[in-house]
Protein backbone atom coordinates (compact mmCIF):
# COMPACT_ATOMS: atom_id res chain seq x y z
CA UNK A 1 0.00 0.00 0.00
CA UNK A 2 0.57 3.85 -0.46
CA UNK A 3 3.29 5.12 2.29
CA UNK A 4 1.82 8.01 2.51
CA UNK A 5 -2.05 6.53 2.98
CA UNK A 6 -4.83 7.18 6.01
CA UNK A 7 -5.86 4.15 7.07
CA UNK A 8 -9.56 3.84 8.42
CA UNK A 9 -9.54 2.34 11.86
CA UNK A 10 -12.58 0.97 13.64
CA UNK A 11 -13.05 -0.32 17.46
CA UNK A 12 -14.46 -3.74 19.04
CA UNK A 13 -15.12 -2.83 22.90
CA UNK A 14 -15.51 1.12 24.27
CA UNK A 15 -14.08 0.33 27.76
CA UNK A 16 -11.16 1.62 29.51
CA UNK A 17 -8.16 -0.51 27.20
CA UNK A 18 -10.90 0.94 24.45
CA UNK A 19 -10.11 4.21 25.12
CA UNK A 20 -6.15 4.10 25.30
CA UNK A 21 -6.15 2.28 21.87
CA UNK A 22 -8.52 4.99 20.42
CA UNK A 23 -6.08 7.90 21.72
CA UNK A 24 -3.04 5.81 20.20
CA UNK A 25 -4.29 5.80 16.74
CA UNK A 26 -5.58 9.45 16.95
CA UNK A 27 -2.26 10.82 17.96
CA UNK A 28 -0.70 8.47 14.79
CA UNK A 29 -1.45 10.72 11.90
CA UNK A 30 -1.39 7.66 9.32
CA UNK A 31 -4.19 6.59 11.20
CA UNK A 32 -8.45 7.69 11.56
CA UNK A 33 -10.40 6.28 13.86
CA UNK A 34 -13.94 6.14 12.07
CA UNK A 35 -15.96 3.74 13.85
CA UNK A 36 -16.99 1.65 17.08
CA UNK A 37 -18.52 -1.04 18.35
CA UNK A 38 -19.48 -2.06 21.44
CA UNK A 39 -22.66 -3.86 22.92
CA UNK A 40 -23.35 -1.91 26.26
CA UNK A 41 -25.25 1.08 25.12
CA UNK A 42 -23.84 3.30 28.34
CA UNK A 43 -19.78 2.47 27.14
CA UNK A 44 -20.59 2.92 23.52
CA UNK A 45 -22.21 6.60 24.39
CA UNK A 46 -19.21 7.97 26.31
CA UNK A 47 -17.09 6.61 23.99
CA UNK A 48 -19.31 8.47 21.06
CA UNK A 49 -19.19 11.77 23.28
CA UNK A 50 -15.33 11.53 23.50
CA UNK A 51 -14.42 10.21 20.01
CA UNK A 52 -17.17 11.23 17.38
CA UNK A 53 -17.10 8.45 15.29
CA UNK A 54 -19.89 6.36 14.09
CA UNK A 55 -21.09 3.94 16.81
CA UNK A 56 -22.61 0.08 16.40
CA UNK A 57 -23.95 -1.83 18.60
CA UNK A 58 -22.83 -5.20 16.76
CA UNK A 59 -19.58 -5.21 15.78
CA UNK A 60 -20.47 -7.61 12.88
CA UNK A 61 -22.81 -4.93 11.03
CA UNK A 62 -19.59 -2.56 11.60
CA UNK A 63 -17.49 -4.71 9.39
CA UNK A 64 -20.06 -5.00 6.78
CA UNK A 65 -21.16 -1.30 6.47
CA UNK A 66 -17.61 0.17 6.95
CA UNK A 67 -14.19 -0.27 4.60
CA UNK A 68 -12.11 -0.31 7.22
CA UNK A 69 -8.16 -0.97 6.77
CA UNK A 70 -7.45 -1.69 10.72
CA UNK A 71 -9.97 -3.50 13.16
CA UNK A 72 -8.47 -3.08 16.82
CA UNK A 73 -10.40 -5.71 19.32
CA UNK A 74 -10.14 -4.49 22.39
CA UNK A 75 -11.84 -7.31 24.45
CA UNK A 76 -11.60 -9.81 27.47
CA UNK A 77 -9.98 -12.76 26.09
CA UNK A 78 -12.95 -15.35 26.80
CA UNK A 79 -14.62 -13.46 23.34
CA UNK A 80 -11.09 -12.57 22.07
CA UNK A 81 -10.65 -15.37 19.29
CA UNK A 82 -14.17 -15.50 17.72
CA UNK A 83 -14.07 -11.84 17.19
CA UNK A 84 -10.95 -11.84 15.90
CA UNK A 85 -11.69 -14.75 13.34
CA UNK A 86 -14.36 -12.47 12.20
CA UNK A 87 -12.60 -10.08 10.93
CA UNK A 88 -10.26 -11.83 9.41
CA UNK A 89 -13.05 -13.43 7.36
CA UNK A 90 -14.71 -10.12 6.40
CA UNK A 91 -11.69 -9.30 4.83
CA UNK A 92 -9.89 -6.41 6.76
CA UNK A 93 -6.53 -5.04 6.24
CA UNK A 94 -4.97 -5.64 9.30
CA UNK A 95 -6.09 -6.99 13.22
CA UNK A 96 -4.66 -5.24 16.65
CA UNK A 97 -5.91 -7.32 19.25
CA UNK A 98 -5.08 -7.27 23.33
CA UNK A 99 -3.25 -9.83 25.16
CA UNK A 100 -3.19 -12.31 26.15
CA UNK A 101 -4.77 -13.17 22.75
CA UNK A 102 -6.33 -16.50 23.56
CA UNK A 103 -6.72 -18.83 26.39
CA UNK A 104 -5.75 -22.24 25.14
CA UNK A 105 -3.35 -23.42 22.41
CA UNK A 106 -5.64 -24.61 19.39
CA UNK A 107 -7.40 -20.90 19.84
CA UNK A 108 -4.04 -19.44 19.06
CA UNK A 109 -3.82 -21.47 16.25
CA UNK A 110 -7.12 -20.86 14.68
CA UNK A 111 -6.57 -17.09 14.97
CA UNK A 112 -3.29 -16.99 13.32
CA UNK A 113 -4.47 -19.24 10.52
CA UNK A 114 -7.47 -17.60 10.10
CA UNK A 115 -5.05 -14.46 9.55
CA UNK A 116 -2.29 -15.94 7.90
CA UNK A 117 -4.37 -17.90 4.97
CA UNK A 118 -5.62 -14.60 4.10
CA UNK A 119 -2.58 -12.63 4.12
CA UNK A 120 -3.68 -10.26 7.12
CA UNK A 121 -1.46 -8.94 9.65
CA UNK A 122 -2.28 -9.62 12.80
CA UNK A 123 -0.60 -8.16 15.97
CA UNK A 124 -0.88 -8.62 20.21
CA UNK A 125 -0.66 -6.21 22.41
CA UNK A 126 2.61 -6.08 23.67
CA UNK A 127 3.81 -2.19 24.64
CA UNK A 128 7.34 -3.58 25.76
CA UNK A 129 8.25 -5.32 22.32
CA UNK A 130 7.21 -2.55 20.52
CA UNK A 131 10.05 -0.18 22.47
CA UNK A 132 11.90 1.23 19.92
CA UNK A 133 15.31 0.92 22.93
CA UNK A 134 15.04 -2.77 22.09
CA UNK A 135 15.30 -2.80 18.35
CA UNK A 136 18.12 -0.39 18.72
CA UNK A 137 19.73 -2.79 20.51
CA UNK A 138 18.82 -5.93 18.42
CA UNK A 139 20.27 -3.55 15.21
CA UNK A 140 23.74 -3.56 17.09
CA UNK A 141 23.54 -6.97 17.46
CA UNK A 142 22.45 -8.01 13.99
CA UNK A 143 25.20 -5.85 12.98
CA UNK A 144 27.81 -7.90 14.92
CA UNK A 145 28.69 -4.87 17.28
CA UNK A 146 27.74 -6.58 20.45
CA UNK A 147 28.52 -9.93 19.32
CA UNK A 148 26.59 -13.11 19.72
CA UNK A 149 24.00 -12.91 22.19
CA UNK A 150 24.81 -15.66 25.49
CA UNK A 151 22.78 -15.34 28.07
CA UNK A 152 18.93 -14.02 28.13
CA UNK A 153 17.93 -13.49 31.98
CA UNK A 154 14.20 -12.26 32.52
CA UNK A 155 13.30 -11.00 36.09
CA UNK A 156 9.41 -10.87 35.52
CA UNK A 157 7.90 -10.91 39.77
CA UNK A 158 4.93 -11.21 38.13
CA UNK A 159 1.30 -13.44 39.29
CA UNK A 160 0.50 -13.75 35.48
CA UNK A 161 2.65 -15.20 33.15
CA UNK A 162 0.20 -15.23 30.56
CA UNK A 163 -1.24 -11.88 31.61
CA UNK A 164 0.91 -9.07 32.26
CA UNK A 165 3.91 -11.81 32.11
CA UNK A 166 3.56 -12.46 28.33
CA UNK A 167 5.47 -9.02 27.82
CA UNK A 168 8.73 -10.13 29.26
CA UNK A 169 8.22 -13.57 27.29
CA UNK A 170 7.84 -11.69 23.77
CA UNK A 171 10.76 -9.25 24.65
CA UNK A 172 12.96 -12.77 25.51
CA UNK A 173 11.80 -13.87 21.92
CA UNK A 174 13.09 -11.20 20.08
CA UNK A 175 16.31 -10.83 21.46
CA UNK A 176 16.41 -14.73 20.96
CA UNK A 177 16.03 -13.71 17.38
CA UNK A 178 12.83 -15.12 17.69
CA UNK A 179 14.22 -19.04 17.34
CA UNK A 180 11.30 -21.59 18.14
CA UNK A 181 11.92 -23.09 21.33
CA UNK A 182 13.89 -26.42 21.41
CA UNK A 183 13.18 -27.40 25.26
CA UNK A 184 12.27 -25.87 28.53
CA UNK A 185 11.70 -26.88 32.45
CA UNK A 186 10.01 -24.63 34.43
CA UNK A 187 7.98 -24.07 38.20
CA UNK A 188 5.07 -22.11 39.02
CA UNK A 189 4.60 -20.22 41.90
CA UNK A 190 1.54 -21.23 43.22
CA UNK A 191 0.06 -24.72 42.08
CA UNK A 192 0.80 -26.43 39.10
CA UNK A 193 -1.97 -28.54 39.24
CA UNK A 194 -4.19 -25.57 38.26
CA UNK A 195 -4.56 -23.84 34.65
CA UNK A 196 -5.19 -20.32 36.59
CA UNK A 197 -3.00 -17.91 35.33
CA UNK A 198 0.23 -17.52 37.90
CA UNK A 199 3.68 -16.81 38.41
CA UNK A 200 6.27 -19.02 36.28
CA UNK A 201 9.99 -19.84 36.09
CA UNK A 202 12.09 -21.61 34.35
CA UNK A 203 14.96 -22.36 31.86
CA UNK A 204 14.13 -21.91 28.07
CA UNK A 205 16.99 -23.61 25.34
CA UNK A 206 16.44 -21.98 21.71
CA UNK A 207 16.81 -23.67 18.43
CA UNK A 208 19.55 -21.10 18.20
CA UNK A 209 21.15 -22.02 21.32
CA UNK A 210 20.61 -19.18 23.33
CA UNK A 211 19.61 -19.91 26.57
CA UNK A 212 17.03 -17.84 28.58
CA UNK A 213 16.42 -17.54 32.41
CA UNK A 214 13.31 -16.96 33.98
CA UNK A 215 13.09 -15.84 37.50
CA UNK A 216 9.55 -15.22 38.92
CA UNK A 217 10.91 -13.63 42.45
CA UNK A 218 9.81 -10.27 43.06
CA UNK A 219 13.05 -8.19 43.92
CA UNK A 220 14.82 -4.45 43.39
CA UNK A 221 16.08 -6.22 39.91
CA UNK A 222 13.35 -6.48 37.03
CA UNK A 223 13.22 -6.31 33.01
CA UNK A 224 15.51 -8.27 31.11
CA UNK A 225 19.54 -8.41 30.70
CA UNK A 226 20.81 -9.51 27.34
CA UNK A 227 23.98 -10.67 28.05
CA UNK A 228 26.17 -10.75 24.53
CA UNK A 229 29.58 -11.51 23.78
CA UNK A 230 30.64 -7.79 23.99
CA UNK A 231 27.78 -5.72 25.65
CA UNK A 232 25.36 -6.30 28.15
CA UNK A 233 21.68 -4.38 27.46
CA UNK A 234 19.61 -4.39 30.40
CA UNK A 235 16.00 -2.42 30.63
CA UNK A 236 13.24 -2.28 33.50
CA UNK A 237 10.74 -1.64 30.77
CA UNK A 238 11.53 2.17 31.03
CA UNK A 239 14.75 3.62 29.42
CA UNK A 240 17.35 1.04 28.68
CA UNK A 241 20.83 0.70 29.17
CA UNK A 242 23.72 -0.90 27.37
CA UNK A 243 27.34 -1.52 28.27
CA UNK A 244 30.36 -2.15 25.69
CA UNK A 245 33.50 -3.99 26.50
CA UNK A 246 35.62 -7.18 25.92
CA UNK A 247 35.83 -10.29 27.13
CA UNK A 248 37.97 -9.71 30.13
CA UNK A 249 38.06 -6.37 29.57
CA UNK A 250 36.54 -3.06 31.36
CA UNK A 251 32.91 -1.70 30.22
CA UNK A 252 32.15 0.82 29.16
CA UNK A 253 28.30 2.52 29.55
CA UNK A 254 27.20 3.74 26.21
CA UNK A 255 23.30 5.22 26.68
CA UNK A 256 24.48 7.83 23.68
CA UNK A 257 22.65 5.39 21.42
CA UNK A 258 18.97 5.71 22.78
CA UNK A 259 19.94 9.77 23.25
CA UNK A 260 17.18 10.50 20.63
CA UNK A 261 15.02 8.07 21.53
CA UNK A 262 14.22 9.23 25.43
CA UNK A 263 10.89 7.80 27.01
CA UNK A 264 8.69 10.63 26.31
CA UNK A 265 5.31 9.83 24.26
CA UNK A 266 5.82 5.79 24.69
CA UNK A 267 4.47 5.09 27.66
CA UNK A 268 1.96 6.38 29.95
CA UNK A 269 1.22 9.15 31.25
CA UNK A 270 3.32 10.72 28.63
CA UNK A 271 1.98 9.69 25.88
CA UNK A 272 -0.52 6.12 24.40
CA UNK A 273 1.19 2.77 25.79
CA UNK A 274 0.15 1.57 21.97
CA UNK A 275 2.05 3.90 20.40
CA UNK A 276 4.24 1.74 18.88
CA UNK A 277 2.03 -1.38 18.08
CA UNK A 278 0.23 0.88 16.34
CA UNK A 279 2.94 2.51 13.89
CA UNK A 280 4.33 -1.32 13.71
CA UNK A 281 0.61 -2.65 12.38
CA UNK A 282 0.87 0.92 9.86
CA UNK A 283 4.13 -0.24 8.89
CA UNK A 284 2.96 -3.96 7.78
CA UNK A 285 0.46 -2.91 5.96
CA UNK A 286 2.85 -0.13 4.46
CA UNK A 287 5.28 -3.28 3.06
CA UNK A 288 3.17 -6.52 3.36
CA UNK A 289 4.50 -7.80 6.20
CA UNK A 290 4.35 -8.55 9.57
CA UNK A 291 4.35 -6.59 12.90
CA UNK A 292 6.76 -6.48 15.78
CA UNK A 293 4.62 -8.12 17.87
CA UNK A 294 2.61 -10.53 15.75
CA UNK A 295 -0.05 -12.94 16.30
CA UNK A 296 2.38 -15.91 15.85
CA UNK A 297 5.14 -14.34 18.24
CA UNK A 298 1.96 -14.38 20.97
CA UNK A 299 0.95 -17.48 20.31
CA UNK A 300 4.55 -18.93 20.65
CA UNK A 301 4.54 -16.98 24.12
CA UNK A 302 1.65 -18.55 25.15
CA UNK A 303 3.36 -22.17 24.31
CA UNK A 304 5.92 -21.18 26.43
CA UNK A 305 3.99 -20.26 29.34
CA UNK A 306 1.95 -23.68 28.76
CA UNK A 307 5.03 -25.89 28.79
CA UNK A 308 6.86 -23.87 32.13
CA UNK A 309 3.79 -25.22 33.64
CA UNK A 310 3.55 -28.60 32.12
CA UNK A 311 7.44 -29.35 33.16
CA UNK A 312 6.42 -28.59 37.05
CA UNK A 313 3.68 -30.88 36.62
CA UNK A 314 5.89 -33.58 35.30
CA UNK A 315 8.29 -33.48 37.71
CA UNK A 316 10.42 -30.60 36.44
CA UNK A 317 11.59 -32.71 33.07
CA UNK A 318 12.09 -30.81 29.85
CA UNK A 319 9.23 -30.38 27.68
CA UNK A 320 10.02 -30.05 24.10
CA UNK A 321 8.15 -28.42 21.50
CA UNK A 322 6.22 -27.89 19.50
CA UNK A 323 3.99 -28.58 22.10
CA UNK A 324 1.53 -31.89 20.72
CA UNK A 325 -1.65 -31.42 23.12
CA UNK A 326 -3.08 -27.95 21.37
CA UNK A 327 -5.88 -28.18 23.65
CA UNK A 328 -3.63 -26.99 26.67
CA UNK A 329 -3.93 -23.47 27.77
CA UNK A 330 -3.52 -20.95 30.53
CA UNK A 331 -6.92 -19.20 31.81
CA UNK A 332 -6.29 -15.57 32.80
CA UNK A 333 -7.20 -13.43 35.30
CA UNK A 334 -10.98 -12.73 35.68
CA UNK A 335 -10.62 -9.15 34.59
CA UNK A 336 -8.48 -10.36 32.05
CA UNK A 337 -11.04 -13.07 30.96
CA UNK A 338 -14.54 -11.82 31.32
CA UNK A 339 -16.36 -8.44 30.76
CA UNK A 340 -14.85 -6.23 33.45
CA UNK A 341 -18.37 -4.97 34.60
CA UNK A 342 -19.25 -8.52 35.90
CA UNK A 343 -16.07 -8.93 37.97
CA UNK A 344 -15.31 -5.70 39.31
CA UNK A 345 -19.45 -4.30 39.72
CA UNK A 346 -21.02 -1.40 38.02
CA UNK A 347 -20.07 1.84 39.96
CA UNK A 348 -16.34 0.55 39.97
CA UNK A 349 -16.18 -0.07 36.53
CA UNK A 350 -17.90 3.12 35.82
CA UNK A 351 -15.40 5.11 37.63
CA UNK A 352 -12.36 3.30 35.57
CA UNK A 353 -14.42 4.44 32.30
CA UNK A 354 -15.01 7.94 33.27
CA UNK A 355 -11.00 8.17 34.31
CA UNK A 356 -10.32 6.77 30.68
CA UNK A 357 -12.45 8.96 29.02
CA UNK A 358 -10.65 11.76 30.81
CA UNK A 359 -7.11 11.32 29.64
CA UNK A 360 -6.32 14.11 27.00
CA UNK A 361 -6.24 12.33 23.39
CA UNK A 362 -3.66 13.52 21.60
CA UNK A 363 -3.51 15.83 18.64
CA UNK A 364 -4.50 14.34 15.67
CA UNK A 365 -8.28 14.29 14.57
CA UNK A 366 -11.20 12.21 14.47
CA UNK A 367 -13.59 11.52 11.93
CA UNK A 368 -17.21 9.84 11.23
CA UNK A 369 -16.46 10.36 7.29
Same mark, same amino acid.
Given at each position: ?SA ?15 H ?5 Y ?9 A???P ?8 L?R??V???A ?5 L?D???D????I????? #???V???C ?7 IY ?10 E ?11 G ?7 A????P ?6 A???A?E ?7 N?Y ?6 S ?15 D????W?T ?7 A??D?Q?M ?6 S??? %?A ?11 I????A????H? #?W???HL??G ?5 R??D %? ?12 E??G??Q?G ?12 G ?17 G??E???R ?6 F ?6 L?I???P ?6 K??LG???Y?? /?I /????S ?8 S??
Amino acid at each position: MSADKTYRVGLIGCGRKGHGHARGYVGNPRTEVVAAADPDPANLEIFLERFAVTGYADYQQMLADEQLDIVAPILPVQP #NPQVVIDCAKAGVGAIYCEKPMAVSLAESDEMVAACQTRGIPLAAGDAYRNMPHHWRVKALIDAGELGEVHTINLYQGTKEISGGGCQGLSVMRLFADDADVEWLTGWCSDDAASDDDQGMGGHVRFSNGI %DAFISNQRSILEGIEVVCAKGVYHT #NWGAGHLWRGEPGGERTRD %DDVFAELGTEGWMEPSGSRQRGGIESIVEALDSGGEPRCSGDNMRKVLEIAVGLRESHRRGFAPIHFPIEDRSLGIVPAPSRLLNKKQVLGEERYAE /QI /QSAASQPIGGAQVSNA
